[in-house]
């Protein structure tokens, strides 16, 4: 779906069920699964926050100042290991 243009998200699909918050997992279970590589796990991301429910203005922060450090921290974290 997402290389054929699909805006698709990973959302958490019952975590108080799975006893865990967030949607680490999903996306862990999302990468093994689809063999998704950092383009599309960035593509996910960013999707997520641009299809969200939040309003506008918040959206814009996180796209702007939030995401892009997270982003680096990420990289900088997998090129260490």
């Given at each position: 779906m997402l290389y054929q243009g699909l805006?698709?998200?990973i959302s958490p699909d019952d975590p108080t069920f799975f006893?865990?918050?967030?949607?680490?997992l999903d996306f862990a279970y999302a990468v093994?699964?689809?063999e998704l590589n950092?383009?599309?796990?960035?593509?996910?991301?960013?999707n997520g926050i641009t299809y969200?429910?939040?309003s506008e203005e918040k959206r814009q922060k996180l796209k702007d100042d939030v995401?892009?450090?997270k982003w680096q921290e990420f990289i900088e974290y997998l090129n260490s290991l």
């Amino acid at each position: 779906m997402l290389y054929q243009g699909l805006q698709i998200t990973i959302s958490p699909d019952d975590p108080t069920f799975f006893d865990y918050c967030g949607v680490t997992l999903d996306f862990a279970y999302a990468v093994i699964a689809w063999e998704l590589n950092l383009r599309d796990l960035k593509k996910l991301s960013l999707n997520g926050i641009t299809y969200s429910s939040i309003s506008e203005e918040k959206r814009q922060k996180l796209k702007d100042d939030v995401f892009p450090g997270k982003w680096q921290e990420f990289i900088e974290y997998l090129n260490s290991l």
